[in-house]
């Protein structure tokens, strides 16, 4: 069965401060990939998503994240937070074939949270 | 504005009670989820929905029950509430199984006492 695994469960950082939140998925086949970034109260939104070509990916608000293969790896990265960053964040992966239909499978969360 | 629209927003129930939770969207989108959210464990897959007239078992789905008799709704149903489920229940959809985004509610907060 796929997993999804989210190194760090909380983060503290600075603002201006570099952001790297790890997340590794177990899938070795063809697989898409997703962020999702939960403001305090709110629901889930996409920061950004990867399905093929460049495996670095631009999403919104300064995000970006890069897929490596060899490592399974889809590490989100932004160069300098913001205190409206403080949210909890997401690692999501799906794969398009198989019998669990696509569905996402969501890593447990990094919580960040960015001191002004 | 397009989108989903889950009810209640938040609900405190007693043990043994029923409850149903109504999630609807008019984005005409195929597949349909719910998921809950719990600290430390982030969303699980309860149920989803990949056309109407198809439900699926997620991860979690002991104590709960879904239908999909059209595009638009989905409920969640606890025939018989348990402490355990006290979480946030969350709606999704996307149009399709291959790719596409998913799109979520704001959310339900139940309590069951």
């Known amino acids: 069965a796929q997993s999804v695994s989210q190194h760090n469960h909380h983060v503290i950082l600075s603002e201006a401060a570099s952001l790297e939140l790890g997340c590794n998925y177990s899938?070795?086949?063809?697989?898409?990939l997703f962020w999702y970034v939960q403001y305090p109260g709110q629901h889930l939104q996409l920061l950004l998503k990867?399905?093929?070509?460049?495996?670095l990916v631009k999403g919104i608000k300064g995000f970006e994240a890069e897929f490596i293969k060899s490592k399974f790896s889809f590490n989100l990265r932004k160069p300098s937070v913001q205190w409206s960053d403080t949210a909890e964040y997401f690692c999501?992966?799906?794969?398009?074939?198989?019998?669990?239909?696509?569905?996402?499978?969501f890593g447990k969360g990094t919580k960040l949270s960015v001191k002004p | 504005i397009a989108g989903i629209t889950q009810a209640p927003t938040s609900q405190i129930l007693a043990a043994g009670r029923r409850m149903t939770l109504r999630c609807t969207q008019d984005?005409?989108?195929?597949?349909m989820y719910w998921y809950r959210q719990d600290l430390g464990l982030g969303l699980r897959l309860i149920h989803y929905?990949?056309?109407?007239?198809?439900?699926g078992k997620g991860e979690v789905p002991d104590g709960y029950s879904v239908s999909r008799a059209n595009t638009d709704d989905f409920p969640l149903t606890l025939a018989s509430a348990v402490p355990s489920q006290t979480s946030v229940y969350f709606c999704?959809?996307?149009?399709?199984?291959?790719?596409?985004?998913?799109?979520f509610g704001e959310g339900s907060r139940l309590t069951v006492l």
């Open positions: 999704a959809s996307r149009p399709g199984l291959i790719t596409g985004e998913l799109f």
């Open positions: 899938y070795g086949g063809t697989v898409n």
């Open positions: 990867y399905f093929s070509g460049d495996p």
């Open positions: 999501a992966v799906n794969s398009p074939w198989g019998g669990s239909q696509g569905n996402l499978i």
């Open positions: 984005m005409r989108h195929n597949a």
């Open positions: 929905s990949n056309t109407a007239g198809t439900t």
